[in-house]
């Protein structure tokens, strides 16, 4: 069609003016561009930005939120030292962790998000005294946000106040738009970053603070190789989370964009030695949402375990998802007064778990494994120093079964709904129910079912048969040895010794225990 002279190119669109012309449209979607696109730029890099925040890495710990500003989830509300408690009741920064100041700079070189960094905070936490009474913390319970903010939060708040709208809306429309910076990193993180399984190696939280290389982090370019899941297995560490990736998505997965690392307990087998403790322990690693120290730690028992300090003792737990519960056992614990306070400072809302046998019994399986011999096991818990053999009161392994006086220890700091007692013989010969009830307690996902263990009829024990890898694994059978026959005198001498004391747990507990001699 001819163009009659003088007439515009641009084709005349009928309705408001704004539509009618197509070089204005233009213009503006491109000055909209540049406005979103110095917003995106300042708001990602702005050196303040970045100095004042602190994400959580994989693996990394939050070494000092004082001076850093927070992810809470999605959103990075406060700057002050704000944990977002899960399950616990305060939630306060520990002295601990504070003391290993975290710079900027290193902030900068890990600022990549975890999934859910609110909950994986929680574990770090200590209330020393000093920082429950700091003025610039924030408490905040299970569930609830923050209510309330000290003076110096209050600052903190002001000055960030309109950087926080601003930011969160920019970061609500970045994340429609798909180009959200986090996510989107963390979508090729997951790629180029190790898997879960490969952090095994090494001390996670040092391995996840790479040198920058030519202005980018490390993480960002490095590429770890994948290793084989037999290779990290030689290395004896726990599989749930080497495995996590192969549990059914119906009965396990792992919080989206979620990385693991390594938390204080959240529950504790706290004993009772030589009542089964290593079976429990193994019996709920199975379920994939617990995740279990390898090794008796003696970390609150032992002073040269104690002095190694808190990050020694979290740098033991093996890697874990916000949706999964880390557990440690150590026996000694239930004797330790020590471990009775420190255990309260550390988490007073801390789940207990102690498993209780026939005393005798108990005691003649900690004489058969310090002596051998059914001499020498007399000499355990007999004393024959005047007259006639009574029980030697003085024998610290008698005096272990003396349950009811170490519970009442760990109840004058906790409290009894804390602490659950699963009795030896039930274990024994119920293992799925114990291991059910236990499930409740921990309030994790009930998985446990009849077909995760499986009786071996030659020792007479259930072996496990976990999810993954599911071959049927026993306990050595160095855990079950055969005990001698005890003379009668002796063994009523020791059911006579440990009556009342079985009467008075009995009745602080409100269940009774079959405990007598075998005839
Ligand atoms: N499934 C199951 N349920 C309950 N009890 C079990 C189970 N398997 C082993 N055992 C018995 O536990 C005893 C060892 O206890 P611990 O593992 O606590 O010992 S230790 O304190 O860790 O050394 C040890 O007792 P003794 O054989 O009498 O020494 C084991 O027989």
Not at 103 to 116: M, Y
Request: charged fraction near 20%.
């Amino acid at each position: 069609m001819q163009r009659a002279p003088g007439m515009s190119l641009i084709r005349k669109v009928p309705g408001s003016s704004l539509w009618r012309d197509k070089t204005t449209l233009t213009r503006l979607f491109l000055a909209w561009s540049c406005v979103l696109l110095v917003t995106y730029i300042s708001y990602t890099y702005s050196p303040k930005y970045r100095r004042n925040r602190v994400e959580l890495g994989q693996g990394q710990a939050p070494r000092e939120l004082g001076q850093g500003r927070v992810m809470v989830g999605k959103r990075s509300v406060l700057r002050a030292p704000v944990i977002h408690n899960v399950g616990e009741s305060e939630a306060v920064l520990s002295r601990h962790i504070a003391h290993r100041s975290f710079t900027s700079h290193e902030a900068q070189g890990s600022n990549w998000s975890s999934g859910k960094p609110d909950e994986a905070t929680v574990d770090e936490l200590n209330p020393s005294p000093q920082a429950k009474t700091s003025g610039s913390l924030l408490n905040i319970s299970e569930g609830r946000e923050p209510t309330s903010v000290s003076a110096t939060g209050r600052k903190q708040q002001q000055e960030w106040g309109a950087r926080s709208v601003y930011g969160n809306l920019m970061g609500a429309l970045w994340r429609r738009l798909g180009l959200n910076g986090s996510r989107e990193t963390r979508g090729k993180l997951s790629q180029a970053w190790p898997s879960p399984a490969d952090l095994w190696d090494g001390d996670v939280t040092d391995t996840l603070l790479p040198p920058k290389q030519g202005g980018k982090t490390a993480r960002q370019t490095q590429r770890i190789e994948p290793k084989h899941p037999a290779e990290l297995r030689k290395k004896n560490r726990h599989w749930t989370i080497e495995y996590a990736g192969q549990f059914s998505p119906a009965l396990f997965s792992p919080p989206k964009g979620e990385y693991p690392f390594q938390r204080f307990p959240k529950a504790i087998i706290i004993g009772v030695g030589k009542c089964g403790t290593r079976a429990l322990i193994e019996f709920l690693k199975m379920s994939p949402y617990i995740v279990a120290a390898n090794s008796e730690l003696h970390f609150f028992d032992l002073d040269v375990n104690f002095e190694k300090g808190h990050d020694w003792y979290r740098s033991q737990m093996p890697l874990s998802y916000s949706n999964q519960i880390t557990i440690e056992k150590t026996p000694m614990y239930f004797w330790s007064p020590r471990a009775v306070e420190e255990i309260y400072k550390l988490n007073r809302t801390i789940r207990l778990i102690v498993i209780v046998r026939d005393p005798v019994t108990r005691v003649i399986s900690q004489a058969v494994r310090l002596q051998g011999t059914q001499s020498d096991i007399r000499n355990v818990y007999l004393s024959r120093d005047q007259g006639d053999p009574r029980v030697n009161n003085g024998s610290r392994t008698v005096d272990w079964g003396i349950y009811v006086k170490y519970l009442r220890m760990w109840l004058s700091r906790f409290s009894l709904s804390q602490i659950h007692i699963v009795e030896s013989s039930d274990l024994k010969k119920h293992p799925v129910q114990e291991l059910q009830k236990l499930e409740k307690f921990l309030g994790v996902p009930p998985t446990l079912t009849a077909g995760n263990v499986f009786l071996n009829r030659t020792s007479g024990l259930y072996c496990m048969v976990p999810f993954f890898p599911p071959q049927v694994t026993c306990l050595p059978p160095g855990k079950n040895k055969v005990h001698p026959q005890l003379p009668p005198r002796d063994q009523k001498l020791l059911y006579d010794f440990y009556q009342e004391h079985n009467e008075r747990l009995f009745s602080l507990l409100h269940r009774r225990f079959p405990w007598q001699p075998a005839h």
